[in-house]
Antibody, heavy 123, light 107 residues
Framework: QVQLQESGPGLVKPSQTLSLTCTVS??????????WGWLRQPPGKGLEWFGY???????YYNPSLESLLTISVDTSKNQFSLKLSSVTAADTALYYC???????????????WGQGTMVTVSS | AIQMTQFPSSLSASVGDRVTITCRAS??????LGWYQQKPGKAPKLLIY???SLQSGVPSRFSGSGSGTDFTLTISSLQPEDFATYYC?????????FGQGTKVEIK
């Protein structure tokens, strides 16, 4: 079955760029029919949606983060990535990648999630 | 952005109890709402999509209802493995937004 795994540095300095990669196994990103998304959860808090991307490279972003955010896809590696620039301590969170399914009667759902990776922003 | 107000923020219940969690959207979102369960240290898990459709593999004691602005997640008979935090998510328009969560604890 499809599995997702996040990877990247666990510690990032303030003002730098946070970069994470999600590797998809058990299925191809290029097979279509799904989008691939990123979310985060600050310690002890709720969930925030970042955005998602299709295998063609078309991406949709959270407008509040769009100027700082880039989501990209590498179909040759079956991976998609997140870059968040100019990070601050407020960006300390557990970052998740997830598969986005288009539901039969419309709408979307995050039906498969990675286990999450903790990123701390600190000097 | 659409605000999702979820209540209660926490509740205590016993095994076998019927539990209802509510999510209210700040504007109409048709049925573009999902419910997720998150256990400590784990990623969220999809329970319900399109407001009332049960995700494959999820026990039938979970059900969802509602459309427009008011939605509910019901657990018909609470089981020990159901103690967790539950979130609603609207994907009607951008940015997709979550409710603040409901923590279901053991009484």
């Amino acid at each position: 079955q499809v599995q997702l795994q996040e990877s990247g540095p666990g510690l990032v300095k303030p003002s730098q760029t946070l970069s994470l990669t999600c590797t998809v196994s058990g299925g191809s990103i290029s097979s279509g029919g799904y989008y691939w998304g990123w979310l985060r959860q600050p310690p002890g808090k709720g969930l925030e949606w970042f955005g998602y991307i299709y295998h063609t490279g078309t991406a949709y972003y959270n407008p509040s983060l769009e100027s700082l955010l880039t989501i990209s896809v590498d179909t040759s590696k079956n991976q998609f990535s997140l870059k968040l620039s100019s990070v601050t301590a407020a960006d300390t969170a557990l970052y998740y990648c997830a598969r986005v399914r288009v539901n039969p009667r419309g709408g979307h759902a995050f039906d498969i999630w990675g286990q999450g990776t903790m990123v701390t922003v600190s000097s | 952005a659409i605000q999702m107000t979820q209540f209660p923020s926490s509740l205590s219940a016993s095994v076998g109890d019927r539990v209802t969690i509510t999510c209210r959207a700040s504007q109409g979102i048709r049925s573009d709402l999902g419910w997720y369960q998150q256990k400590p240290g784990k990623a969220p898990k999809l329970l319900i999509y399109t407001a009332s459709s049960l995700q494959s593999g999820v026990p039938s004691r979970f059900s969802g209802s509602g459309s427009g602005t008011d939605f509910t997640l019901t657990i018909s008979s609470l089981q020990p493995e159901d103690f967790a935090t539950y979130y609603c998510l609207q994907d009607y328009n951008y940015p997709w937004t979550f409710g603040q969560g409901t923590k279901v604890e053991i009484k």
